[in-house]
């Protein structure tokens, strides 16, 4: 499996391959699929590039995007005039 950043475009690629094969008395059977895929997703501009993390577990990607410093949301506070 492959992971881009490009352009805040992030790409995944990867390809799948499965055999199954079954053995009895009077036949076989043998059963072989491949096949590519890939999936771009475009990323916000307030997503940090350079921070993506992944990580595999069970067979289950997981991609954690933190925002930049930038965007995050910040408390403006109010001053009374006088």
């Known amino acids: 499996m492959k992971i881009a950043v490009e352009d805040h475009i992030l790409t995944i ?3 799948k ?4 094969e079954t053995n009895q008395a009077d036949y076989r059977v ?23 993390e992944a990580s595999m577990r069970d067979g ?3 991609l954690k995007a933190p925002r930049s410093d ?4 910040r408390t403006i ?5 006088t």
């Open 13 to 15: 690629s990867g390809e």
């Open 17 to 20: 391959k499965t055999e199954r």
């Open 30 to 52: 043998s059963e072989r699929s491949y096949g590519a895929f890939t999936r771009s997703i475009a990323l916000p501009s307030s997503v940090s590039a350079d921070k993506i």
């Open 60 to 62: 289950v990607l997981t």
């Open 70 to 73: 930038q965007a995050k949301p």
């Open 77 to 81: 506070e109010i001053r009374p005039t």
